[in-house]
């Protein structure tokens, strides 16, 4: 079972990015085990296909249409809510960039003020590198939510048959 995602892992893009690779793991296993049960039920069945096969057979293409919606649906309600937030950080990263060539303009700053500018702006930029990642990353999650629930819970059900 994949851990849950907390606010610590969600301050990781590294712990991010770990969590969306086991999950991706787990959905491509279950799509396995589902396309496998599926496949071997439909052939021992053919071509006396009884209602409970004809439904299961109408099932597989209504529910990837069902999955891919869902996962659309929710990139894209998390790329409205997450937009303003980035667009927010971005401008403060604008800001700070640009009250840093103001103070070189200005003036000639010493070489311990141009290191600590420098510095600030290092900070800032693997700040906001970490925070691209991580918002990419919470993005892959909330699209793969759906499909992983439905190839996971697929597995169960068909496996307990």
Partial sequence: MTPML?????G???LLWMNLALKTGETMWASYQVVTLR????????????????????????EKVQAAY???NAMSAH??????ELGTFAFGQWLAAATSLTAFASHRPSLGQQAKLLSEAATRSAGA?????SATAQLA??????IHARATGNAKRLGKR
């Fill in 6 to 10: 907390n606010a610590a892992t969600y």
């Fill in 12 to 14: 990781n893009p590294f």
């Fill in 39 to 62: 496949t071997q039920r439909m052939l021992l069945a053919h071509p006396y296909y009884q209602a409970r096969d004809q439904r299961e057979i109408a099932l597989m293409g209504q």
């Fill in 70 to 72: 869902a996962s659309a």
């Fill in 79 to 84: 790329m409205v809510r997450s937009s303003l």
């Fill in 129 to 133: 590198v970490s925070k691209l990642s």
């Fill in 141 to 146: 999650h909330h699209g793969l939510r759906p």
